[in-house]
């Protein structure tokens, strides 16, 4: 089993629409939850962060994480052709005896399309 | 801009030649991460500084690479007889103010023929 896991893509939306993207993770420790967005040739850009079970709305992004299923998901909402991308979901693991504070684990990536 | 810099942007190199890569991280921050990214997958960890101290290293890691960080401040990581395998991009990362969420540098991208 993956320690990090994304929904199987690519995933294309009309623009306008809601994407959905879905992670899991493995490690009941991990503490901290983060998307990444990284256009074709670049480096990945954080885009949301949430630690705590529920919610978190940024603008037309929204992440939601839910710890009991080891579940974290990111909706875009009125999708754009400017957020085709990869989506990266990443996690910081259980602490492991203070040596590797902050160490992002990631999934494989979602590639997110938006047709006009 | 993330206020994480790396140098050169785009690499290529033969097989077998050595390769080094500069990172200087967002400033004043005393943690700094390499990570390796292949087409089609996610970033994978390498290695961690806290300061100058070398306190973590990847499997992925082999005896080809070494990563220093002197005095605390830039990192380099250095590949030795380069094989095709290396080609990726290399990622440098470094903590924002919240101390947990990771900022990236533009990464080098390795070529190696």
Redesign the interface.
């Known amino acids: 089993q993956k320690e ?1 896991e994304q929904n199987s893509g690519p995933l294309s939306v009309p623009e306008g629409a809601i994407a959905s993207l879905n992670c899991t993770y493995s490690d009941r420790g991990s503490q ?1 939850f ?1 998307w990444y967005r990284q256009y074709s ?6 885009i949301m ?1 949430i ?1 705590s079970n529920g919610d978190k709305e940024d603008g037309r992004f929204t992440a939601q994480l839910n710890k009991a299923s080891q579940y974290v998901s990111l909706l875009i909402r009125d999708s754009q052709p400017s957020d085709s991308a990869t989506y ?1 979901c ?1 996690v ?1 693991r259980g602490w492991a005896g203070g ?11 979602t590639i997110l399309t938006v047709h006009p | 801009d993330t206020g994480v810099s790396q140098d050169p942007r785009h690499k290529i190199t033969k097989r077998g030649q050595n390769v080094t890569f500069r990172c200087d991280p967002i400033s004043e921050h005393n943690r700094l991460y390499w990570y390796r990214q292949t087409l089609g997958q996610g970033p994978e960890f390498l290695t961690y500084f806290q300061n100058e101290a070398q306190l973590e290293k990847s499997r992925l890691l082999s005896d080809r690479f070494s990563a220093e960080r002197p005095k605390g401040s830039f990192s380099t990581l250095e590949i030795q007889r380069t094989e095709q395998g290396d080609s990726a991009m290399y990622l440098c990362a470094s903590p924002g103010q919240g101390n947990t969420e990771a900022f990236f540098g533009q990464g080098t991208r390795l070529t190696v023929v």
């Open positions: 990090v901290s983060f040739g670049k480096s990945p850009e954080l962060s630690y990266l990443a910081i040596t590797s504070y902050g160490k992002l684990t990631f999934g494989q990536g």
